[in-house]
């Protein structure tokens, strides 16, 4: 079993920066893929960004592409999401995910993993 635990977040002006981290404990997360998803209200779940085990690959929505940073540190079992360049259009509440697979962008495979609390990021303009 492999516990997620968020922080960061909060509230933010537009054009600013927000670092979020999950932190697995439990179990190391050795061989998951690590994965942030958002969801505004009134929207479907958005997967924002995805990192391997190994690091080597990695994904981005179109509309977090050169803005968000997602980054992981094994040794800490800790994936992080830096977020610059904030838009009123991020706000949403973000959650971190583990998929039993040490790489992968199907989302259902991050479904049936494990998952954070979730954590609300807003953004004022």
């Known amino acids: 079993q492999v516990q997620l635990v968020q922080s960061g977040g909060g509230l933010v002006q537009a054009g600013g920066s927000l670092r979020l981290s999950c932190a697995a404990s439990?179990?190391?997360?050795?061989?998951?893929?690590m994965g942030w998803f958002r969801q505004a209200p009134g929207l479907e779940r958005e997967f924002v960004a995805a990192?391997?085990?190994?690091?080597?690959?990695?994904y981005y929505a179109d509309s977090v592409k050169g803005r968000f940073t997602i980054s992981r540190d094994n040794a800490k079992n800790t994936v992080y999401l830096q977020m610059n360049n904030l838009k009123p259009e991020d706000t949403a509440v973000y959650s971190c995910?583990?998929?039993?697979?040490?790489?992968?962008?199907?989302?259902?495979?991050?479904?049936?993993?494990?998952w954070g609390q979730g954590t609300q990021v807003t953004v004022s303009s």
């Open positions: 995910a583990a998929a039993r697979s040490p790489w992968t962008v199907v989302v259902t495979d991050y479904e049936r993993g494990y």
């Open positions: 990192k391997s085990w190994t690091g080597v690959n990695t």
């Open positions: 439990g179990r190391t997360f050795n061989n998951y893929a």
